[in-house]
Nanobody
Framework: QVQLVESGGGLVQAGGSLRLSCAASRSIFSINAMGWYRQAPGKQRELVAQITSGDITHYAGSVKGRFTISRDNAKNTIYLQMNSLKPEDTAVYYC????????????WGQGTQVTVSS
């Protein structure tokens, strides 16, 4: 079991920056992958960025070059640095942990709202 708690969302003007944090209830060292997803009203949840246990990162095309995902294993925390924010980045952002053992387990945080005003 992994509990995830996001923080850092809020209201920001277009062009501004925010940093989201996701604190896990246990060591993230062995978690296969952690990531950020977002869901805007009326839209499906989509992957924003992901980082593996081997520090391989993957970004959605719409955020590449603007967002950076990172992890701090000592703090059991991952981050999403979001720069040059656009109104279309407005969504609820969810932290995800993917654990693969004999089965695959998906864990989700409660979400944090990011609103970008034009």
């Amino acid at each position: 079991q992994v509990q995830l708690v996001e923080s850092g969302g809020g209201l920001v003007q277009a062009g501004g920056s925010l940093r989201l944090s996701c604190a896990a209830s246990r060591s993230i060292f062995s978690i296969n992958a952690m990531g950020w997803y977002r869901q805007a009203p009326g839209k499906q949840r989509e992957l924003v960025a992901q980082i593996t246990s081997g520090d391989i990162t993957h970004y959605a095309g719409s955020v590449k070059g603007r967002f950076t995902i990172s992890r701090d294993n000592a703090k059991n925390t991952i981050y999403l640095q979001m720069n040059s924010l656009k109104p279309e980045d407005t969504a609820v952002y969810y932290c995800n942990a993917l654990v693969v053992t004999s089965a695959t387990y998906d864990y989700w945080g409660q979400g944090t709202q990011v609103t970008v005003s034009s």
